[in-house]
């Protein structure tokens, strides 16, 4: 309580307004807007990495067709922004998901924060990818024929031989690309998915603190790129075999 | 996704210190290292497409286009129709102003301007013999850096003033800051911090030689700065400030969030005029799609090439 007075006093003496400090409605909000980002952050990276697993496989396939589709989908989703992708998910193929009954009006069955996590694992998908491709071209070839040797099939030599060591080349470039995925979240706030960036707009509109909200907002994301680099490191120490710099 | 359990016990009675079990692994590790740390400078906007792709795209493009087309109801007008009526409005706006996709490119080109001007400062700040402007440079440069394009952008549309005020310095001149110059400043910072550590990049990857022949040659540092190391750095910046203006153009559209009259603003609205038919949606979509890609890959495949012709033969 003494904590919120001082927030109140703050705001009564000098007009700096950190509503959601004293406001019960106001933090719950926040917070509820801060795991929801959290949620899209973790979804969005998780989806994004089976998508460059799956695709990095499917680069090496025998079959032309699918190499070629991968490599149209890689291009395509490279070389257009972002936030129109994900406004084409949301606008064209939203409209094709069927619908059912929540009480009185009709819901898609993918909502908005599903589009957001889709349309952002296919566009961090796409320079995962390239970036397990090129880790698994670092992979010597000699590897790839002793796992045949021992009679394993493309896939699970893929699964189980070549993948865990053409990830642990590329974790540098995929720690890049994560925290670039991470920045990009925001874009969500373009289909009103109720994240961070969606809910601090409405905190300040309804209270006029832009200044104290944005303030906010660089903490809170220059932060989690800090957390998400930390934990990448640690990880990379863990996952660390000898033979791997 | 850690794979790492059963791998590491395998290994566990492995002698490290005379050696490894993977040892031609080691060099490819260091080299995607050093790639990564480069690509996180540069940018990550790397294409290898051919023009023929090109013409796949168009197929796609007139399949869509062509599945609209049926599902048109009669009397209305068809996708190709609609696309060809509102191309103008979504291109460059309305008669006699430049708006649409041409105010992209016009935010585009002054967002770049001002940010490598402000970025080149900034990274010659962070090479800097003072310990302070080092260090404080860094701290800027890491800031805009490792922030959200959309959380700068807001700040910037939102915090700058409308007008700017020249009462108070005795000129009575009020100066209007209309949106879009304030999409220009917002975009601007991010190219900014990026555009610093390419400077920053480009100086240290430089051999040491450069700098100890300049010194033993009497060269003061400021001369050494000018006349030597700089020359040399512009031809390795100039790639990635190619990939980074990619970069910022695909980006220009996230500033239709504040209402700037842009290509995004547009489309909607011209959907909008259309009565919001689903038919229509995709294709006008599409279409902003591909006007952005056919603007970006031109410069893209242009920066590549550039790199090739660069390439320091060490």
Redesign the interface.
């Known amino acids: 309580m003494e904590f919120a007075n001082f927030f109140q006093s703050l705001y009564d003496n000098t007009g700096w307004n950190f509503v959601f400090l004293y406001e019960q409605y106001e933090y719950d909000r926040l917070l509820e807007a801060m795991w929801v980002s959290v949620k899209l952050i973790i979804a969005s990276l998780f989806f994004s990495l089976v998508v460059g697993f799956i695709g990095a496989w499917a680069q090496g396939a025998k079959s032309r067709i699918i190499r070629y589709t991968m490599a149209g989908y890689i291009q395509l989703f490279r070389n257009t922004p972002p936030f129109v992708q994900i406004l084409f998910f949301y606008f064209v193929l939203g409209n094709l998901v069927p619908t059912y009954d929540a009480g009185g009006y009709q819901a898609a069955y993918i909502d908005s924060f599903g589009w957001a996590v889709i349309s952002l694992g296919f566009f961090a998908g796409a320079f995962n990818t390239e970036i397990f491709r090129s880790g698994i071209e670092a992979v010597p070839e000699s590897t790839r024929e002793a796992a045949e040797a021992l009679g394993y099939t493309r896939l699970k030599s893929y699964m189980h031989i070549i993948f865990p060591l053409a990830f642990r080349v590329c974790l540098p470039a995929l720690n890049n690309n994560l925290v670039n995925l991470l920045k990009t979240t925001t874009l969500a706030y373009g289909i009103a998915v109720p994240e961070m960036m969606y809910t601090a707009n409405q905190i300040w509109s309804d209270n006029v603190n832009v200044p104290e909200m944005m303030i906010v907002l660089f903490i809170y994301y220059v932060g989690l790129v800090a957390i998400l680099v930390y934990a990448m490191h640690k990880w990379e120490k863990k996952m660390k075999i000898p033979g791997y710099g | ?4 359990n059963g ?2 016990h395998s ?1 566990a009675n ?1 002698d ?1 210190s005379r050696g ?7 060099p ?6 050093q ?3 480069i ?2 400078r540069e940018g ?4 290898n ?1 051919q023009p023929r ?1 090109l013409l ?2 168009a197929v796609i493009f007139t399949l869509v286009a062509a599945s609209a087309q049926a599902a048109t109801p009669a009397g209305l007008i068809g996708p190709m129709e609609a696309i060809w009526k509102w191309a103008p409005f979504i291109l460059w706006g309305p008669e006699g102003q430049l708006t649409g996709f041409a105010l992209n490119l016009i935010i585009s080109f002054f967002a770049m301007i001002l940010g490598t001007v402000a970025g080149a400062a900034l990274g010659l700040m962070q090479v800097s013999l003072l310990l302070p402007v080092r260090q404080g440079s860094w701290i800027v440069t890491q ?1 805009f850096r ?6 700068l952008l ?2 910037i549309m ?2 700058f003033p409308f007008e700017i005020d020249l009462n108070s310095i005795g000129i009575d001149v009020i100066i209007p800051v209309p949106d879009w110059i304030k999409a220009v400043i917002g975009f601007s910072l991010p190219v900014m911090a990026n555009i610093s550590e390419v400077v920053r990049g480009a100086v240290i990857s430089l051999p040491s030689g450069q700098w100890e022949s300049a010194e033993s040659l009497a060269f003061t540092r400021r001369q050494t700065m000018w006349m030597i190391i700089l020359p040399q750095c512009v031809k390795r910046m100039i790639p990635p400030w190619i990939n980074w203006y990619c970069i910022l153009a ?5 500033c ?2 504040m209402g700037v009259e842009e290509s ?1 603003t547009f489309t909607a609205q011209a959907l909008n005029a259309e009565g919001d038919r ?1 038919e229509l ?2 294709v006008f ?2 279409f ?2 591909i006007i ?2 056919v603007y ?2 031109p410069i ?1 495949r242009w920066s590549i090439q550039l790199e090739k012709k660069f390439v320091i033969k060490t």
């Open positions: 996704m850690d794979t790492g791998m590491s290994t492995v490290t490894t079990d993977l040892p031609v692994l080691l490819l590790a260091a080299e995607s290292r790639a990564a740390l690509e996180r990550t906007y790397r294409l497409m792709h796949w795209l800031f490792n922030s959200p394009w959309l959380v807001f700040t939102l915090l695909m980006s220009t559209p996230i239709s969030i995004v689903p949606i995709p979509y599409a902003l799609l952005h890609f970006t890959y893209a």
